[in-house]
Nanobody, 115 residues
């Protein structure tokens, strides 16, 4: 069985920071590409950031320069460092693992950016 467990979400003021973690089990973590998606109420789920097995990264234009994705294969964990947070970043953030046609999702963690 595969499990992805996100943590680190919460309430933060605009301009603040949060670090999300996603711990994976049941997969050969090092060969999977890892992604963070988010979904705000009434909006489609969107790709926020991704990191390949070779550590190449990609980001949505809306978060470039503010968010950083990283991975620790020894801990089977992917991270999303979020800085300079804006109210528009408010969403449920989901961890995703993909290898060819194999893909898995975490349950999500709520991030709320508000005064």
């Amino acid at each position: 069985q595969v499990q992805l467990v996100e943590s680190g979400g919460g309430l933060v003021q605009p301009g603040g920071s949060l670090r999300l973690s996603c711990a994976a089990s049941g997969i050969t973590f090092s060969i999977y590409g890892m992604n963070w998606y988010r979904q705000a109420p009434g909006k489609q789920r969107e790709l926020v950031a991704g990191i390949s097995s070779g550590a190449a990264t990609k980001y949505a234009d809306s978060v470039k320069g503010r968010f950083t994705i990283s991975r620790d294969n020894g801990k089977n964990t992917v991270y999303l460092e979020m800085n300079s947070l804006k109210p528009e970043d408010t969403a449920v953030y989901y961890c995703n693992a993909v290898w060819y046609v194999n893909y898995y999702w975490g349950q999500g963690t709520q991030v709320t950016v508000s005064s």
